[in-house]
């Protein structure tokens, strides 16, 4: 007899995931190798940036007070006595009367209290000392760019368990940090298994497909900050299959499988499960694609049961298996994070369980709208490479139409340290 599985809402299993998510231990990294690692350390400014007083400009430095009462028909004289450029510090403290040529990013000599852009001043030698000739007036504290004005010191810029982006790395940088303090990635092994797969260099034969779950997911751990590692492809025989699984689960912190967790006669995952002594979090969830997707523990390690369906195991991978292996590298922003968007298209199938519509976010007629792309079939595989979203249809809905505000969790979107999809307010407009 078929097996009867109890349907369990998303974000309930979602939760008892990330009971299991302890965060790995920490390492230092170069700052070149640091890209995309979570920090385990907040980066507190140790400096004011920037650490002097400095021109922005390429200019004058001057004293304000020289210029009062210049114009075009009274123009103020003033020397040259010095220049300098980004990096040098002027040996000479500016007296009345006096300019020092100065380029962008160069300390503001002693003395100054202004600086007069280049293309304001005329130059000319007057018994061979030159010389600077202002037709204005400049007030006190003109273009200079103050100690301290992008940030004080002693600000909390970054804090711990955010992930390190381009942005963040510019700040690593200015304050020194040559090496940084990131949590250690897990190693996650792939394991594809279907007596149909074939790798991809292999030529199409009756009755087989390619391997192509092995490299999504692949990507995706990438994606998720995480190690991948491929222990390739599995014929459907129990006895082979509970083999690899038990040596790979020596091998790494986490295991993916793809395929054999649903009901059929090759099967074999949930009796894998069952010999290893692994307890099982849940082998059925109230949503589509991928209400097979079972998720197992064992001596600490978790075990993430993927569909073989392609849509279905990109679903499965980005709910539960992305926010886990986030919380391990002690990420705050760990699930997918929430908008909302209009529908561009009518979605008339009914939604019995939760339904993850794969869906592209663009910009059409002057607002933001979710397209929903390619079939909408759980074994589906090339509408994945159109999404950049997934559309949130609410369990116990029916269809839904174009114009209708949806919620949608994006793909690349910069992550959120909260999820919740029990309360949409996503409903439809009726027209
Ligand atoms: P399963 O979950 O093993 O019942 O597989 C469900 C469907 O997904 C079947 O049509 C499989 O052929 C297909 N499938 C399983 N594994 C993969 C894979 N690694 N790549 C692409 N399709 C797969
Ligand atoms: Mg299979």
Same mark, same amino acid.
């Given at each position: ?27 230092w ?5 640091c ?9 507190k ?21 020289? *210029? ?9 004289t ?11 510090v ?38 061979? *000392? ?15 760019? +103050?100690?301290?004005?992008d ?29 940084v ?24 034969v ?5 391997n ?26 129990l ?10 689960l ?13 009901v ?21 969830i ?51 994070? +929430? ?18 519509? +794969? ?31 997934? *559309?949130?249809?609410?369990?116990? *809905?029916?269809?839904? +139409?174009?114009g ?10 910069e ?17």
């Amino acid at each position: 007899m078929v097996e009867r599985r109890k349907p369990i809402p998303v974000t309930e299993a979602v939760n008892r995931v990330m009971t299991h998510a302890k965060p790995k231990e920490s390492e230092w990294v170069t700052l070149e190798a640091c890209d995309g690692r979570v920090l385990a350390q907040e980066i507190k400014a140790d400096h004011d940036v920037p650490p002097f007083d400095r021109s922005p400009y390429d200019g004058f430095a001057i004293k304000s007070a020289d *210029t009062w009462g210049g114009s075009k028909d009274t123009p103020i004289t003033l020397d040259i006595i010095e220049a300098i450029g980004a990096g040098d510090v002027a040996l000479q403290k500016l007296a009345s009367g006096q300019a020092i040529r100065i380029m962008t990013g160069a300390q503001l000599p002693l003395g100054a209290d202004a600086i007069i852009m280049l293309e304001l001043v005329k130059e000319q030698l007057t018994n061979g *000392t030159p010389q600077i000739v202002i037709k204005r007036e400049v007030t006190l504290g003109d273009n200079i760019s +103050r100690q301290g004005e992008d940030t004080k010191k002693g600000t909390v810029l970054i804090e711990k368990g955010d992930a390190i982006t381009p942005g963040v790395k510019a700040i690593l940088a200015t304050f020194g940090y040559a090496k940084v303090e990131v949590v250690k990635q897990p190693r996650v092994g792939v394991l594809a298994t279907g007596s149909e797969l074939l790798d991809p260099d292999q030529a199409l034969v009756p009755g087989k497909i390619r391997n192509s779950n092995a490299y999504m997911v692949m990507s995706q751990l990438k994606k998720a900050g995480a190690i991948p590692i491929n222990l390739g492809k599995l014929a459907d025989n129990l006895e082979l299959s509970f083999k690899a699984v038990k040596e790979a689960l020596d091998e790494v912190d986490v295991l993916i499988t793809t395929g054999g967790v649903s009901v059929g006669d090759f099967d074999f995952l949930p009796v894998i499960y069952e010999r290893l002594g692994a307890t099982v979090l849940f082998n059925k969830i109230a949503m589509r694609p991928g209400s097979v997707t079972t998720v197992a523990s064992l001596g600490g390690k978790i075990l993430f049961g993927l569909s073989g369906n392609p849509s279905a195991c990109f679903v499965g991978f980005e709910l539960y298996a992305a926010p886990y292996l986030q919380a391990l590298q002690g990420k705050t922003k760990k699930y997918m994070q +929430r908008t909302k968007a209009r529908l561009a298209a009518d979605f008339p199938k009914p939604n019995p369980f939760t339904r993850f519509v +794969r869906s592209r976010v663009e910009f059409e007629d002057g607002m933001v709208k979710a397209r929903p792309v390619g079939l909408d079939k759980s074994n589906v595989v090339t509408s994945l490479a159109w999404a950049n979203a997934l *559309t949130v249809l609410p369990g116990g *809905t029916r269809g839904y +139409r174009e114009g209708d505000l949806v919620d949608l969790l994006m793909l690349d979107g910069e992550g959120s340290g909260e999820f919740d999809l029990e309360n949409l307010s996503n409903r439809r407009v009726q027209k």
